[in-house]
Structures are given as structure tokens and as C-alpha cells.
């Protein structure tokens, strides 16, 4: 299957601490992958979201707008617009926005349907 996905198309889902538009998934169209854009916003205390796991994919984030900071295990690095975050499948992983504006990332995920876990903190 073969598609052009645009701005404002897909589900939009409310996560805590950010917003995620599907645009890509099985329920978006019965592809066999997932891709999301998140929007992160400057980060207040009670909006921010923990680690969460993937326990059955890797996912690949890429920066699109903003300043954050992602974490994996007991790491931590900066992300800049450009920059690709990798996670592998099981991790549990954050990104937090460090900046005065919104963080905007598009992250991948290499199956149809993503099952998403709230690690313990």
C-alpha cells in the first residue's frame, strides 16, 4: 500500500504531558507500521509524563522543533531539531521538553498496532 499522509490527518490522541497525532497504523489506514507525531509542550510539573516501555518493538524518534532531553535506562542526552533517538524494544525511554517552545518529534515504530506500557518509575 502506497499513500501520502499530510498535516492535520490521522487520530489524534491525548497522552499525558504531550499530544500525538496517529498518522500511520493499522487502524489508520491497515498499514504495517506506526508512525506518530508528538507534540511535547514546555514542560510544568504536572504535566510531565514517566518512562514507558514498548515491549514489543523498537521505535526511532526524530527531533523535528524544540530542545528535550531523552532518557534511556540511566542515560541522558540532549535533543536538537535533526537529531534521531533510538530506543530498542523493551527499554524503558522519556522525552522531556527542556525549552520555551513545543517539542515536536515523529516517532516510528516498525508495527501495525503499538502496544505502549508505563514503566514503574
Known sequence: MTAVIR?????VLTLPGRTATEL???AQGGYDVTVRRVVIPPE???GARGPHVHPDCP???VVQAGQGEFTAGDRAWP???GDVLVVSAGQPHRTRNTG??????FCFF???VLTTVEASP
Open 7 to 11: 498535516p492535520g490527518e490521522g487520530t
Open 24 to 26: 500511520v497504523s493499522a
Open 44 to 46: 510544568d510539573s504536572a
Open 59 to 61: 521505535e526511532a524518534i
Open 79 to 81: 535533543a536538537s531539531p
Open 100 to 105: 520555551a517552545e513545543d517539542l515536536v518529534l
Open 110 to 112: 516498525p508495527v501495525p
